[in-house]
């Protein structure tokens, strides 16, 4: 998280950047709270560093199986609105939240973490144009990169491919 702050928020100044990154400091204490554990792929024109004043920040959690079955059943609603709440957790938090749940390899879904890894991955790692409101695909720009943060026990967290 340090590093995520000196690379991308105190280089911009009086921004939105600092709110957002406190937003993001709540959010990843708001999972921890609920005994979440996750690696977590940030992305989004907050990553990108293209827009002094982005919008949101943009992440998807990769929780195990495993450690989704532990959740209590009267924190699993609050779990779901969290790790997966898509827009709805900009509001609270200024973070656009996805999940993938990660299984086993001997899952009949395990063949699906890795089409969702890889769309993820496709999808982070490719540059947009923020300057058209449908923000396309910006070959010309070329590749860019996405933050990867552990929340909580390393040990309790999937590890991830970062080649396809």
């Known amino acids: 998280m340090e590093d995520l702050h000196e690379r991308l928020v105190a280089p911009f100044g009086a921004s939105s950047r600092l709110a957002l990154f406190q937003g993001f400091q709540r959010y990843r204490e708001a999972l921890l709270a609920l005994g979440l554990h996750a690696t977590q792929w940030v992305n989004g024109s907050f990553v990108d560093a293209t827009r002094t004043d982005p919008e949101d920040i943009d992440l998807v959690n990769f ?25 709805a957790t900009i509001a609270e938090f200024g973070c656009q939240t996805n999940l993938v749940v990660v299984y086993s390899p001997s899952h009949a879904l395990a063949a699906n973490v890795i089409a969702w890894q890889q769309k993820w991955y496709t999808l982070f790692s490719s540059a947009r144009d923020y300057t058209d409101p449908d923000r396309p695909v910006a070959p010309a720009r070329g590749r860019k990169g996405f933050a990867e943060l552990i929340v909580g026990d390393p040990n309790l967290c999937p590890q991830l491919r970062h080649e396809f």
Do not use: F
Not at 68 to 75: F, G, M
Not at 78 to 86: C, E, W
């Open 63 to 87: 929780c195990t199986e495993k450690m989704l079955q532990h959740v209590p059943e009267n924190a699993m609603h609050r779990v779901g609105d969290l790790l997966a709440g898509g827009m």
